[in-house]
C-alpha cells in the first residue's frame, strides 16, 4: 500500500503561481511512477503529467505544457506539481496518484491515490 497525501492548493489570481506536493508513505515511493490528474465540476478526471520512477521522463498533457511542470524527490517521498500562467481553466481539483506500471495517462492504470486539494483560479 502507498498512501498519498496532497497539499499546495488554494485560490490564486490568473498568470499566478502555485506549488502542490504530494507526500508518500508505506511501500517505497521510488519503486513507482507517479502522475497528477485533476478534475473540474461536471468534468471526467483528466490527466495533467506524469514522471517515472527515476525523474529522468517527464509527460504533460497539451493544456499544461510549458506551464506546469512535475518533479519528485524520492529521498523525502514526494511529488510536486509547479503550475505556473495559472487559467480560470485550470480551475479543479488535483489529485496524486502512483502506479507501478509504465507512466501513462490513464487514470485506470494507477492504484494509488491522494484525496486531493482544490485549486481556484480567478480571473
Known amino acids: 500500500q502507498v498512501q498519498l497525501v496532497e497539499s499546495g492548493g488554494g485560490l490564486v489570481q490568473a498568470g499566478g503561481s502555485l506549488r502542490l506536493s504530494c507526500a508518500a508513505s508505506g511501500r517505497t515511493f521510488s519503486s513507482y511512477n507517479m502522475g497528477w490528474f485533476r478534475q473540474a465540476p461536471g468534468k471526467e478526471r483528466e490527466f495533467v503529467a506524469a514522471?517515472?520512477?527515476?525523474?529522468?521522463?517527464?509527460y504533460y498533457a497539451d493544456s499544461v505544457k510549458g506551464r506546469f511542470t512535475i518533479s519528485r524527490d524520492n529521498a523525502k517521498n514526494t511529488g510536486y506539481l509547479q503550475m505556473n500562467s495559472l487559467r480560470p481553466a485550470d480551475t479543479a481539483v488535483y489529485y496524486c496518484?502512483?502506479?507501478?506500471?509504465?507512466?501513462?495517462?490513464?487514470?485506470?492504470?494507477?492504484?494509488?491515490w491522494g484525496q486531493g486539494t482544490q485549486v481556484t483560479v480567478s480571473s
Open positions: 514522471i517515472t520512477v527515476s525523474g529522468a521522463r517527464t
Open positions: 496518484a502512483a502506479t507501478p506500471r509504465i507512466s501513462t495517462s490513464l487514470p485506470s492504470a494507477y492504484n494509488y
